[in-house]
DNA sequence: TGCTGCATGTAATGTGTTACATGATTTG
DNA sequence: CAAATCATGTAACACATTACATGCAGCA
């Protein structure tokens, strides 16, 4: 079984979940996936015994099919949880643009990171929405770092701290644009 | 062209370098990528013309290329940066485990998250390194921001922040276990 | 009436990883 | 004496993206 299996079932040991639900939820873990990809990959998975699905008729709507974990998914989980852990793949366009940023003039530079800072602005703002509905509705059980919560928790906790801080990066970097300029005066 | 090619483009356009160190300036940025992937892509640039290379002999050691961007390069790079970044994607199987933490038990998600910290720490101390390298070494130069410099070094800074974060990000979690600990006492 | 959301699926193509291949020199 | 470093290259395979395909409901 490959990565993006376990990263599934690792999803829905929280809750069964649609392919479609999976894909939203993956886009919002910065870790995108397209419905061609999980779609197959969920049957694989039901055929392999480590999902079950229930298929729900729906009017208005097209049918779906929700995803559980089982007995097996589990086992398999979590001997990939205490496996070693490969190094984060970030594949950051932008900041590879930062790199080269000497070619453009310093204008461009600021517009393209004033852009980012906008970008990262609304993620802030939607994922507090996010960790605010999680203290909500799990107030208790978060102080139990075996409830099903608290690993979604802790794990937005951090992405809402790394979007936070591109934000200060941002800053930081509009800030010397505009010392450099002023000394240019 | 495809991305990889730009980012190779990017980092060859603050100077010259072989494949072979690409590989590991690349692995540096978090964006690995293998030769076998890179060596073909220089080639095929090489023969865009938005590359061009110096054949270097050696004696007990293998013989290089050193590959120079290329005027074409650089207005093909120029048009790359000032385009639209798709968000960055983050692969992070860690992240992913944490996610579903509540299926093992206190003690195996206590020592999961000391080894990520200590993994984290030394990145920290090389990346610090690396920064003072250029403070040291280009101290006059980072204050210009148009200098080939100031790039690399707003985005490596950018890299140490991601990483002294995610130490304080495990030190948070782990002191939640010890107080959850503490109350089962 | 045209777009977005819901919901699933397959096919073709493009990208990335692992493995195969070579070989001298340095370091433990 | 085995492993790592330097240095490049190709082939096979696995994984990811884009495009093709369907269809109803609600909204502007």
Redesign the interface.
Known sequence: MN?LG??L???I??RPYTGYELVQIMAA????ANHSQIYPLLSKLEQQEMLSFEYVEQIGKPNKKIYSITEKG?EA??D???SE????????????????????D?N??KS?IEK?LAIFEEKVTSREATLQAIEKNHQETL??????Q???Y??F??KH??EK??IS?CKW?LS??DD?SK?KD
């Not at 102080?143 to 099903?148: F, G, L, V």
């Open positions: 990565t376990y990263v079932l690792s999803i040991s929280i873990a910065s870790w995108k589990e989980l979590k990939w949880i205490v852990s490969p190094d984060p793949i970030i594949r950051d366009e932008f900041m590879m643009k930062i790199y080269a940023m000497k070619l453009i310093t461009t530079a393209l980012r102080k139990d770092i075996t409830s099903k608290f690993g979604r802790i794990f906790k951090r701290q790394m801080e591109e990066w970097v010397l644009i450099y000394t």
